[in-house]
């Protein structure tokens, strides 16, 4: 009997299937992987104490037992001066509830009659949704009799219980996390090699890369997010002494704590001794003071401390740290709200090493998600020319001329010499597409030199009549004067690749100019007999073009057999492919680049034509 084939598996649905399963089993397990997470995180953060012990001769458990002792036991000394801090302050909440009472009363009185206006629509409101009781002369309705349960007052020992219940359940859970981080740093070596083993011997590269990347980046984060939060509390706390804020010190450290909550923690660590200010001095002065600093010096860290501490050692996005915050929130609670950041990190170091779950990398990465002639392409694509010139300059910046028009406009030309053969462009994106990359190109090449060196940016390109009645009054070499030719090999896309390097070889100070592609090849050859060029470069955009190109340079070589004949399939393959591609392009040089048909034209340039390399690049 014959076995009935069956569709293959849909591999996104199946990989949406599994996503599905591990979150449902790190919500409902989550007694058992919130102290596993925590432990890996600690043993992260102090790996590299234990390494660095272990490399001055101390052994592996006294260096693990050391570090994990002193720093619990700093744990226990902040988390003891903080509680004192504390409970200093709530005795003397009650000597400022008269302050409070007073700036009430004085809201109420500032607010004049638009506070009593407010609660009066309010009432009235209340009355009119209130329904209206019966008349007095009609017998009341029977109403069934309520019925209420009392529950009994807690008792001192189910209080006791309760509270108990609570504090046993941390303290276990405390002593849990700092087993586990003290046998994770004890068998660091095992762990990592039984995970290589679970991620296959034959993928014993991924594996160690992606384990390397983690710990690298997590490591480097959660040392250096110590350091911006500590610098963070330090800086609060001074500041707030000298606003003479009570307990500066104790909202110094809750800033450095509350730090680590993403975006939030700082609004909730200046809103406490704004509060606090609020009830003790007579003015207003102190409160929008306290948030000023709080925001100065969020400010100072995000623009000067953590460019320098961080670079790029997260590579998450801000949206994804958002979004991250409120998914581990969700499903972890505030423990998960303080372990986002790290475990969105490790999710985004397996997005860009498992190929199935690259949706992560993707999603959460900072990383561009589209090549630089994808965008272009994409944004010509829209219609969208300032957002596509804009591409193309930022690429620019630090680099040479030749390179963006190789790597970004090439490129770009190329997808859409695709899309149109295959039919899926229509008439008018591919004559917009045409005709403005047209104009970017000479948009580039006037402002080379200004962009490379990162002025102007992100300026706005000029206006399509201006810019072509600009190129329409240009001096233009003329065909008796041009030692280059450059001919298009079939259509537009063709033109815009021998107008480009046209522009490179005048920067050279090489006398060229190119043909129209309108021209037949016969017309092509006749201009040539007018001139005395001495080179010809036939430029050809793939993927198709290709036998037109060598179609052109057959001609060339039957009627011009001293030209010298360069022929630039402009395509990511290298020259020794194009030179094993069969039928073979009859020429004496051939290019797979625009900078390489320069050098190889410079090549055959006679003695004394060659201009000294004046490329434009960055300095």
Same mark, same amino acid.
């Given at each position: 009997m014959a076995h009935e084939e069956r569709p293959a598996g849909n591999p996104g649905r199946a990989t949406l299937l599994n996503v599905v399963i591990v979150v449902a089993a790190l919500y409902f397990a989550r007694l058992v992987f919130i102290p596993i997470a925590l432990a890996i995180l600690l043993s992260f953060l102090l790996a590299p104490l234990v390494l660095r012990l272990r490399h001055w001769g101390l052994g592996r458990v006294p260096s693990t037992l050391l570090v994990v002792l002193l720093s619990f036991l700093l744990v226990g000394v902040i988390t003891t001066v903080m509680a004192s801090q504390m409970t200093d302050v709530a005795k003397k909440i009650p000597e400022y509830q008269q302050n409070i009472r007073q700036k009430l009363q004085t809201i109420r009185k500032s607010g004049g009659g638009l506070i009593n206006r407010v609660t009066r629509v309010a009432h009235n409101v209340t009355d009119e949704l209130t329904p209206a009781p019966p008349p007095k002369n009609q017998p009341p309705e029977e109403r069934p009799v309520p019925v209420e349960i009392h529950k009994a007052p807690f008792s001192p020992f189910e209080i006791v219980q309760k509270v108990l219940g609570s504090v046993l359940n941390v303290v276990l859970m405390l002593l849990v996390v700092i087993v586990f981080v003290i046998f994770m740093l004890i068998q660091r070596e095992d762990l990592r090699d039984r995970l290589i083993r679970l991620g296959g011997a034959g993928r014993l590269h991924v594996t160690t890369q992606a384990l390397d990347d983690a710990a690298h980046r997590l490591s480097r984060y959660l040392l250096a997010q110590l350091?911006? @939060?500590? =610098?963070?509390?330090?800086?609060?706390?001074?500041?707030?002494?000298?606003?003479?804020?009570? @307990?500066?010190?104790?909202?110094?450290?809750?800033?450095?704590?509350?730090?680590?909550?993403?975006?939030?923690?700082?609004?909730?660590?200046?809103? &406490?001794?704004? $509060?606090?200010?609020?009830?003790? #001095?007579?003015?207003?002065?102190?409160?929008?003071?306290?948030?000023?600093?709080?925001?100065?010096?969020?400010?100072? $860290?995000?623009?000067?401390?953590?460019?320098?501490?961080?670079?790029?050692? /997260?590579?998450?996005?801000?949206?994804?740290?958002?979004?991250?915050?409120?998914?581990?929130?969700?499903?972890?609670?505030?423990?998960?709200?303080?372990?986002? *950041?790290?475990? /969105?990190?490790?999710?985004?170091?397996?997005?860009?090493?498992?190929?199935?779950?690259?949706?992560?990398?993707?999603?959460?990465?900072?990383?561009?998600? &589209?090549?630089?002639? /994808?965008?272009?392409?994409?944004? $010509?694509?829209?219609?969208?020319?300032?957002?596509?010139?804009?591409?193309?300059? !930022?690429?620019?910046?630090?680099?040479?001329?030749?390179?963006? !028009?190789?790597?970004?406009?090439? %490129?770009?030309? =190329?997808?859409? !010499?695709?899309?149109?053969?295959?039919?899926?462009?229509?008439?008018?994106?591919?004559?917009?597409?045409?005709?403005?990359?047209?104009?970017?190109?000479?948009?580039?090449?006037?402002?080379?030199?200004?962009?490379?060196? +990162? @002025?102007?940016?992100?300026?706005?390109?000029?206006?399509?009549?201006?810019? #072509?009645?600009?190129?329409?009054? /240009?001096?233009?070499?003329?065909?008796?004067?041009? =030692?280059?030719?450059?001919? %298009?090999?079939?259509? #537009?896309?063709?033109?815009?690749?021998?107008? *480009?390097?046209?522009?490179?070889?005048?920067?050279?100070?090489?006398?060229?100019?190119?043909?129209?592609?309108? =021209? &037949?090849? +016969?017309?092509?050859?006749?201009?040539?007999? @007018? +001139?005395?060029?001495?080179?010809?470069?036939?430029?050809?955009?793939?993927?198709? +073009?290709? *036998?037109?190109?060598?179609?052109?340079?057959?001609?060339?070589?039957?009627?011009?057999?001293? *030209?010298?004949?360069v022929a630039a399939v402009l395509t990511e393959r290298e020259v020794g492919e194009l030179r094993q591609r069969q039928p073979k392009i009859i020429a004496d040089e051939l290019a797979s680049s625009l900078k390489e048909a320069m050098t190889a034209v410079l090549s055959l340039l006679p003695t004394g034509k060659a201009a000294p390399p004046a490329t434009v690049s960055a300095t």
């Open positions: 350091v911006v @939060n500590i =610098s963070f509390g330090v800086l609060a706390g001074i500041a707030l002494y000298f606003v003479h804020v009570p @307990n500066p010190f104790l909202w110094g450290m809750v800033a450095a704590l509350l730090r680590y909550v993403p975006y939030l923690g700082i609004w909730i660590a200046a809103a &406490l001794p704004a $509060m606090l200010a609020f009830a003790l #001095e007579q003015g207003w002065v102190k409160v929008p003071v306290i948030f000023g600093i709080y925001f100065a010096i969020d400010l100072l $860290m995000y623009n000067f401390v953590e460019p320098y501490l961080y670079g790029s050692s /997260t590579g998450i996005s801000p949206l994804a740290i958002l979004v991250a915050a409120v998914f581990w929130t969700w499903l972890w609670g505030g423990v998960g709200l303080l372990l986002a *950041m790290p475990l /969105t990190v490790c999710l985004a170091v397996v997005g860009r090493h498992v190929p199935s779950l690259e949706f992560l990398g993707i999603i959460l990465s900072d990383d561009p998600v &589209l090549r630089p002639e /994808t965008r272009f392409y994409q944004r $010509m694509l829209a219609m969208d020319l300032e957002e596509a010139a804009g591409v193309a300059e !930022e690429f620019l910046k630090g680099k040479s001329l030749e390179e963006v !028009e190789d790597v970004v406009i090439i %490129p770009a030309l =190329s997808l859409a !010499e695709e899309d149109r053969h295959r039919g899926r462009l229509e008439e008018r994106r591919e004559q917009f597409i045409l005709e403005n990359t047209r104009i970017v190109v000479e948009h580039l090449a006037e402002r080379a030199e200004e962009l490379v060196a +990162g @002025n102007g940016a992100g300026k706005v390109l000029k206006d399509k009549a201006e810019t #072509e009645k600009q190129n329409n009054g /240009t001096d233009e070499i003329k065909p008796e004067e041009a =030692s280059v030719v450059c001919i %298009p090999a079939r259509d #537009e896309a063709d033109e815009i690749a021998a107008k *480009m390097l046209e522009q490179l070889l005048l920067k050279r100070g090489i006398k060229a100019r190119s043909l129209s592609c309108a =021209s &037949l090849a +016969g017309e092509c050859l006749e201009q040539i007999k @007018n +001139g005395p060029a001495k080179i010809a470069c036939v430029a050809v955009v793939p993927p198709f +073009g290709y *036998m037109h190109a060598r179609y052109l340079c057959r001609r060339l070589r039957a009627e011009f057999p001293d *030209m010298k004949i």
